[in-house]
């Protein structure tokens, strides 16, 4: 069969390397990647600069032209922008939520009142159209910590956690006035700041169906020990100690199933992947927000696990029909990805730095280093986002996984390379919830 992958991130790069496994997949194409995954794949350029929205005809297009059986859309932005609802109707089978759905993750605003609906475990929130109510209401309330939102999409960058009511009316006017993320900060929710471990619990589902895959935990701040401005993430491991069985069961009850079903009431059946980014408060589980794709850099750890045929899944969800599958096998060792950035991310950075050392880091066992913000220049992989690599690795336990893939960093450099030190480090610390 013949796959198109969209997308040019880790997260792309990591569902590529796994679909590639597939005795089923007899051609690739990516769109439109990035200097690694060349290795796995085609990739293709289907976006015309000259046409700032001209991906989703372009890409049902390339699809239509080179007879795709099954396409994946990696990032939120193509979802929200109904890229599925084209290729479907195109006829192309597509792994991933219709538009309606994809507002799960595209809203901030959709998502609270949906769980507030549903019932389900999350935080107190209150919804603002303008900067000067949402001022308003921080002046009229107690000087306690709070969590300032973008309803948007933002890449993953919308959220500031604030440690009081001054912080909070600078991200007020940041995301509201200043427009930092644009038409994101059109409305703003401002909700409760939790105190607790977070995890992220991705399933796939087709609406009918969930297959709950290993918990994870991301590392959002850019800094060691949680400190720093939010990022898109700078590292993550699977699986989690805080994700017993029993806690898991109770993930599925309380959160999982009642989103599908109502989803399903309101008219947008889900078929995809839902992100679940939960916080283990005194109080329970609670859910702080959704995303509706593999998270990245979660889909690295989890993509380095999976045994089974990614490809099998993907498709069964896509066409309706994921009770019929066996459940994927999981490596039972745990995986952990490192994120190597720019100088500079999530702020300002350069690009087109050479990166050294690749071949180095591909020699250890167990290792796999997949490519984001990379392109190609005479030969030379060079750096062009913010979040450069994921660096990942398996072991025998969490130690030994962070110990394998941190040798793997160090064999990779360019001018300005960083990274957090602690990525795991969390999978130690006692379970207090």
């Known amino acids: ?37 060349t290795d796995v794949a085609e990739n293709v350029t289907l976006t015309d600069p000259d046409q700032p929205n001209s991906d989703i005809p372009r ?18 932005a193509p979802l929200a922008a109904g890229m599925v609802d084209a290729l479907e109707e195109a006829g192309i089978r597509t792994f991933g939520p219709s538009q309606q759905a994809a507002e799960l993750e595209a809203s901030k605003v959709f998502c609270r009142k949906l769980l507030r609906h549903a019932d389900i475990p999350s935080p107190d929130f209150h919804v603002f159209h303008d900067a000067a109510s949402a001022l308003t209401f921080l002046t009229q309330r107690e000087d306690v910590p709070i969590v300032v939102k973008a309803d948007g999409l933002a890449a993953g960058k ?14 007020v006017e940041r995301i509201a006035t200043d427009k930092a993320f644009g038409k994101a900060g059109n409305q703003l929710v401002l909700e409760q700041r939790l105190v607790g471990q977070e995890i992220s619990v991705l399933a796939v589902t087709d609406g009918r169906t969930i297959v709950t895959m290993p918990a994870a935990q991301d590392h959002k701040p850019a800094y060691d020990g949680d400190r720093g401005p939010n990022t898109g993430g700078m590292g993550a491991y699977s699986p989690t100690p805080l994700a017993t069985e029993q806690r898991m069961r109770l993930i599925e009850e309380k959160v999982l199933v009642p989103t599908v079903h109502q989803l399903k009431r309101s008219r947008r059946p889900f078929r995809g992947v839902l992100y679940a980014g939960l916080i283990l408060t005194q109080q329970g589980i609670k859910v702080l927000e959704y995303n509706v794709r593999f998270g990245d850099p979660e889909c690295q750890p989890l993509m380095m696990r999976l045994e089974s045929d990614l490809v099998d899944l993907l498709e069964a969800t896509a066409a309706g029909r994921l009770d019929q599958l066996k459940p994927p096998r999981w490596d039972p ?26 071949e180095d880091a591909a020699q250890l066992p167990d290792v796999k280093v997949f490519h984001a913000g990379t392109a190609m220049r005479d030969d030379q992989v060079v750096t062009s986002g913010g979040r450069v690599l994921g660096v990942t690795a398996l072991g025998q336990t969490i130690s030994a996984a962070k110990l394998q893939a941190y040798k793997a960093v160090k064999c990779i450099r360019w001018d300005g390379a960083w990274c957090r030190k602690d990525i795991s480090d969390k999978a130690l610390e006692p379970i207090n919830t």
Request: some cysteine; charged content about 20%.
């Open 1 to 37: 069969m013949k796959v198109l992958v969209v997308g040019g991130g880790g997260r792309e790069h990591a569902l590529s390397w796994k679909i590639a496994q597939s005795k089923r997949v007899r051609r690739l194409f990516v769109a439109p990647g990035n200097a690694g995954t």
């Open 59 to 76: 890409t049902v297009e390339f699809a239509r032209q080179n007879q795709i059986d099954l396409a994946v859309i990696g990032p939120e």
């Open 158 to 171: 919308g959220v500031v956690v604030c440690d009081n009511s001054a912080q909070a009316a600078e991200a």
């Open 333 to 358: 060792r745990p995986a952990i990805c490192v994120v190597m950035a720019s100088e500079g991310y999530p702020g300002k950075y350069a690009t087109g730095h050479a990166i050294r050392g690749l």
